[in-house]
């Protein structure tokens, strides 16, 4: 019997590459060490901080979406 597929969970768990890249969780991860951390010898560090860049593009429903007009 074939397994299922897990669903998707960006990130895995909450505040990891804070953790890796010794950021305190309150404070934004800076551009230029997260930049570095996609070129990691790490695979683990790398993915997570290209993930993380990936997710920086995304729209997190902050209220400030444009509504479409049905005309």
């Known amino acids: 019997m074939a397994k299922k597929a897990k669903p998707f969970k960006p990130g895995g768990s909450k505040g990891k590459l804070h953790r890796e890249l010794g950021v305190p969780e309150g404070e934004k991860i800076p551009a230029k060490r997260l ?3 996609t070129r990691s010898k790490n695979p683990e560090v ?3 901080a290209i993930r993380a860049e990936t997710m920086k593009s995304w729209h997190h429903g902050g209220g400030r979406a444009k509504k479409r007009s049905g005309k």
């Open 46 to 48: 790398r993915r997570d």
């Open 35 to 37: 930049a570095a951390a």
